[in-house]
């Protein structure tokens, strides 16, 4: 996993940007061009924050994400997550030809 934070070592509490059940996706739009807007984020699980990236293909509004590092236990499950939220929520921006999100933010228990 590429973990961004962890509990401390003397058992303290996990960072707050972790949930305590659940996966909750958090990314920021980083690069467009006219093929494609590209998002990078983390999927933030209660036991690590895994880091992703997800490309919005333009003008069709296809999405493919990927877990960036290696070793990561459901990798292709978060992918397949994270592109199915961020396509639900660049859908109508790119349908209608507006701007895409700046950021984006979902949870899944």
Same mark, same amino acid.
């Given at each position: 996993?590429?973990?961004?934070?962890?509990?401390?070592?003397?058992?303290? @509490?996990?960072?707050?940007?972790?949930?305590?059940? &659940?996966?909750?996706? =958090?990314?920021?739009?980083? &690069?467009?061009? #006219?093929?494609? *807007? +590209?998002?990078?984020?983390?999927?933030?699980?209660? =036991? @690590? =924050? *895994? /880091?992703? %990236?997800? $490309?919005?293909?333009?003008?069709? &509004?296809? +999405?493919? /994400?990927?877990?960036?590092?290696?070793?990561? /236990?459901?990798?292709? %499950?978060?992918?397949? #997550? @994270?592109? !199915?939220? *961020?396509? #639900? /929520? +660049?859908?109508? #921006?790119? !349908? =209608?030809?507006?701007?895409?999100?700046?950021?984006?933010? $979902?949870? $899944?228990?």
């Amino acid at each position: 996993m590429v973990p961004i934070d962890a509990p401390d070592d003397d058992g303290g @509490a996990p960072s707050a940007d972790r949930p305590d059940f &659940g996966v909750r996706y =958090s990314v920021e739009r980083v &690069g467009a061009d #006219a093929r494609a *807007v +590209t998002y990078r984020g983390h999927a933030h699980l209660p =036991s @690590a =924050s *895994v /880091a992703l %990236e997800v $490309r919005v293909a333009l003008p069709n &509004g296809a +999405t493919e /994400a990927r877990v960036l590092g290696e070793g990561v /236990a459901d990798a292709a %499950e978060l992918q397949r #997550a @994270a592109a !199915a939220l *961020v396509r #639900a /929520a +660049t859908k109508s #921006a790119v !349908a =209608s030809g507006r701007a895409l999100p700046r950021k984006i933010v $979902r949870w $899944r228990g």
